[in-house]
């Protein structure tokens, strides 16, 4: 089953909502005051630094909203993880040397996979990967072309 979609992604879609979708985008609550998260104190340097960079990606896109606060933490922690991973697995290589001499994996691998696989899945609930943003691009492009139409025809 698919998840819902954002009235506002549904709009620019059809241009005009009905039923159920209208009457959800009717009571959809809607933020009284805008809130900026703010990186959390207990972060790492590591995730402090991953928190920065993602949040200035979702300024980018203007979607920098409390509400996005708790994945963006998620998405700064395994962003840290990964980019921790690799390091690790730079420096050590994919395969170390593990009991009786006999040469393993490196733990580091299966981590950093770990923590991109859960890193994809957040951003693509931010939509904040490539295809997400294009689509919401091709979204708006659309809905200027038709209202343009529209005013000329009037």
């Known amino acids: 089953m698919n998840k819902p979609?954002?009235?506002a992604i549904l709009l620019l879609e059809k241009g005009k909502l009905y039923g159920d979708q209208k009457e959800r985008a009717e009571n959809e609550p809607k933020a009284e005051v805008i809130i900026e998260p703010t990186c959390p104190h207990y972060f790492r340097?590591?995730?402090?630094?991953?928190?920065?960079?993602?949040a200035e990606i979702l300024r980018n896109y203007t979607i920098y909203l409390d509400i996005n606060a708790?994945?963006?933490e998620m998405a700064a922690v395994y962003l840290a993880e990964f980019r921790n991973s690799q390091w690790e697995i730079i420096r050590s290589?994919?395969?170390v040397r593990g009991s009786r001499d006999r040469n393993k994996r490196n733990p580091a691998v299966g981590d950093r996979n770990k923590s991109?696989?859960?890193l994809i899945k957040i951003l693509n609930e931010l939509n904040i990967s490539a295809s997400g943003i294009a689509r919401i691009g091709s979204l708006i492009v659309k809905k200027q072309k038709e209202t343009e139409m529209e005013s000329l025809l009037d």
Request: no cysteine; glycine share 4%.
């Open 116 to 118: 991109a696989e859960l």
């Open 45 to 54: 340097p590591s995730e402090r630094e991953a928190w920065e960079y993602l």
């Open 93 to 95: 290589g994919k395969r």
């Open 70 to 72: 708790p994945l963006l």
């Open 5 to 7: 979609k954002a009235s």
